[in-house]
């Protein structure tokens, strides 16, 4: 993976996670972990006006690895049903770049 991420955002899915709402970025890669027992975890990533871009389901204690570069116009949004369990980590580029 050759990935020029000049930022790398992190955190818990206990609430939406916003990345760079309303510029433009680079997504590199984003990686869902999903430390739940017994469920399957659904998370969403969203574009600036708020669609599914790419809906995710998550196995139970496993780690889903979206490898693509795409560009964000308005930034994203990583959702699911505020779940502390649930980790995601982007790699992606500064606003404007």
Same mark, same amino acid.
Request: proline share 2%; aromatic share 4%.
């Given at each position: 993976? &050759?990935? !020029?991420? =000049? !930022?790398?955002?992190? %955190?818990? @899915? #206990?609430?939406? @996670? $916003?990345?760079? +709402? %309303? &510029?433009? /970025?680079?997504?590199?890669?984003?990686?869902?972990? *999903?430390? &739940?027992?017994? =469920?399957?975890?659904?998370? #969403?990533? !969203?574009?600036?006006? %708020?669609?599914?871009? /790419?809906?995710?389901?998550?196995?139970?204690? #496993?780690?889903?690895? /979206? #490898? =693509?570069?795409?560009?964000?116009?308005? %930034?994203? +949004?990583?959702? $699911?049903? $505020?779940?502390? *369990?649930?980790?995601? +980590?982007?790699?992606?580029?500064?606003?404007? $770049?």
């Amino acid at each position: 993976m &050759n990935w !020029k991420a =000049a !930022k790398v955002t992190t %955190g818990a @899915l #206990d609430s939406d @996670l $916003s990345i760079e +709402t %309303g &510029n433009t /970025i680079t997504v590199f890669c984003i990686v869902v972990a *999903n430390q &739940n027992d017994a =469920a399957v975890t659904d998370v #969403d990533i !969203k574009d600036g006006d %708020g669609n599914v871009i /790419i809906p995710i389901a998550v196995p139970q204690n #496993d780690t889903v690895v /979206i #490898d =693509a570069v795409w560009v964000a116009d308005n %930034g994203i +949004t990583v959702s $699911s049903l $505020s779940d502390a *369990n649930v980790h995601v +980590t982007v790699f992606h580029s500064q606003a404007g $770049s």
